[in-house]
């Protein structure tokens, strides 16, 4: 039975979306293990051919692997175009470094000991720098690939492979059926490390889960004085004038008052407003710290929902402050219909709006744009800004909660809203993604499985 085709996107957009965070790794170490990997392919090329020689070693093999790891090292200098394939640059090489490599050595020197063990420790580190979903990935992809060559460089093995229907047979190939004892070693140490690998993001996402209770505790804590906060001051503000009215009546008949500098009774009328702007302001960023802390799947209840009605309640419910929105242009445009939660949909356009202004605060220029899309299946919503823009080695990285970069710290935040963004996004069948060129634009775009169009433009 075959799955759906919604449910094979999501799968594939899953695995692409581990395979990418393995880029994490790399800039954490991944300049130490292109340095030890282009030393080490060539010099053990000398070890295991001239000092404890092996039946089997391939020079060729090894200098592509030193000539893959090397730019790694150095991938601090790339250029902005080449940067935005550091994820799937570095995939590809502990693939072939790794599982490929190791493998084909094992196969092509019998199974040997020596290989065996070479192969383990190769699997120990494809542990420590690939997350559990890759590393199953990684492993089967590289012995599929290993066997893959040996079978067709081996013209023995080759021919007897045809010859059986696909039965390899042990007489004559190079790999005898004793040598395959390896293999409960392998697939042992394989599950080991996927295992641990689970119990190591396990305990990750439960450090997350207490840092983000520990934030949502200090925002309840936080709103109570804000709301009274905002309410004294639209108290004062409602009484404000009258008293002004009365000091202002008061020195025109000399009465025998403290005298207030006109600068500061003209600043008074306008401090009162500022107060309760500041204030709902920062209510609003409290609120979206606890939706956020609470995660995408506890909010709001599953309903069906209206594009434009959310853009609408994001845009009326935002704190703007003065000016800001004149720079954000949205109209009503193609209307389509999603099951989800509207508060969501808010507290996602909230994040956008909150990054994008700061960003365009700090280029001193541009203009946000929103606008939606409807196709058959499909919504999309497109929220782009002209800001400051994305640097290509930070844009992998946006979605992930808690990222840990000093520049992603400045000025994307601690890496909670928009790691919510793409939360909630998944738990309503949608997706988010976002593209950026830097000192030009950021753009987001949203999609939404649709369940009915709203039939208007």
């Excluded at 996004?425 to 950021?442: F, L, Q």
Aim: hydrophobic share 50%.
């Amino acid at each position: 039975m075959f799955l759906p085709a919604q449910h094979i996107r999501h799968l594939v957009s899953y695995l692409l979306e581990r395979l990418a965070q393995n880029v994490q790794y790399y800039d954490l170490r991944g300049k130490y293990i292109g340095i030890v990997a282009a030393i080490g392919f060539p010099l053990y090329y000398y070890v295991w051919h001239d000092l404890y020689p092996q039946p089997y070693e391939n020079l060729t093999l090894r200098l592509i692997g030193s000539a893959l790891f090397t730019p790694l090292i150095f991938s601090a200098y790339w250029p902005s175009w080449a940067v935005r394939f550091k994820a799937v640059y570095w995939n590809v090489a502990i693939l072939y470094g790794l599982p490929f490599f190791f493998t084909f050595m094992l196969l092509m020197n019998g199974g040997s000991a020596v290989w065996v063990q070479s192969l383990l420790v190769a699997i120990f580190v494809m542990v420590l720098v690939l997350n559990a979903i890759s590393l199953l990935l990684h492993f089967l992809a590289g012995v599929g690939l290993a066997w893959l060559t040996y079978v067709a460089i081996s013209t023995e093995a080759s021919f007897q492979l045809v010859q059986n229907a696909g039965f390899l047979m042990a007489k004559d190939a190079a790999i005898t059926v004793q040598t395959w004892y390896f293999l409960p070693i392998v697939f042992f140490a394989i599950l080991i490390g996927v295992a641990t690998n689970f119990s190591t993001e396990i305990a990750q996402k439960e450090r997350e889960r207490a840092i983000l209770d520990a934030a949502g505790s200090i925002a309840h804590e936080l709103r109570t004085p804000l709301l009274g906060i905002s309410a004294g001051a639209a108290g004062v503000k409602a009484h404000l004038p009258a008293l002004l009215h009365a000091y202002r009546l008061a020195q025109e008949n000399k009465l025998d008052i403290s005298p207030i500098r006109t600068a500061h009774l003209n600043a008074m009328e306008e401090v009162m407003s500022r107060i309760e702007m500041e204030a709902r302001y920062a209510n609003t960023m409290v609120d979206m710290l606890i939706v956020s802390a609470r995660g995408a799947r506890a909010q709001g209840r599953v309903e069906t929902c209206a594009i434009n009605r959310c853009i609408e309640q994001a845009m009326q419910r935002y704190p703007f402050a003065t000016g800001e929105r004149q720079l954000v242009d949205w109209r009503p445009g193609a209307d389509f219909m999603f099951r989800g939660s509207e508060l969501q949909v808010v507290h996602v356009l909230f994040n956008l709006m909150k990054n994008a202004l700061r960003h365009l605060q700090q280029a001193g220029k541009g203009q946000i744009s929103i606008r939606t899309e409807a196709s058959a299946y499909w919504g999309t919503l497109i929220f782009r800004d002209t800001g400051t823009g994305v640097p290509p080695d930070i844009l992998p990285h946006i979605f992930t909660r808690f990222y840990t970069t000093q520049t992603v710290h400045e000025e994307w935040g601690a890496g909670i809203g928009l790691a919510f963004c793409k939360e909630a996004m998944k738990s309503m069948g949608g997706n988010i993604r976002c593209r950026s060129d830097v000192g030009e634009y950021t753009e987001f775009v949203i999609t939404f499985p649709i369940t009915d169009l709203g039939g208007h433009q």
